[in-house]
């Protein structure tokens, strides 16, 4: 009997922390279209690290750092991503075999968020003062792909 009531309780307890909340946040969305209305940004840069200037302002965030298929640092807008790089790979490559294929990982540190997330053939790895929905991270993503795109050849 106990045992029953004890699978029973950890169905109930499952059923109810397994439950999908995502929402759109919209207050969120009005004050970055507020911030956004306010702010010129110029993104039509020749030099990645312009460009890479520009969005941490853009999308409010510390750093950005991108590393390739095997781990290895492509660009940090810090310059001293390869600490990162190497435990966004090891996190990534963990998460991806034990669990499932994530589509962001988001880490709460003491002072700042460490955000990580795959994009294409390539991780990015984010540091921000708050967390970044998985459509910000991809929006700037993006941004820093069509400046690839934009000057491939």
Do not use: C
């Amino acid at each position: 009997m106990r045992k029953k009531i004890g699978f029973l309780i950890r169905r109930i307890a499952g059923s109810i922390l397994d439950m999908d909340d995502t929402t759109v946040p919209y207050e969120q969305l009005e004050i970055l279209n507020d911030f956004l209305s306010k702010h010129q940004f110029d993104l039509n840069q020749a030099d990645l690290n312009i460009l890479m200037r520009e969005l941490k302002r853009k999308h409010m965030v510390d750093s950005i750092s991108i590393i390739d298929t095997n781990g290895e640092l492509v660009i940090s807008s810090e310059g001293n991503g390869k600490k990162e790089a190497s435990l966004a790979s090891y996190l990534m490559g963990y998460i991806d075999s034990e669990l499932a294929t994530p589509e962001s990982v988001l880490i709460k540190g003491n002072n700042s968020w460490f955000m990580v997330f795959p994009f294409n053939d390539q991780t990015y790895i984010i540091r921000a003062q708050a967390s970044l929905s998985n459509t910000e991270l991809k929006a700037l993503a993006r941004e820093l792909e069509s400046f690839k795109v934009g000057n491939s050849g």
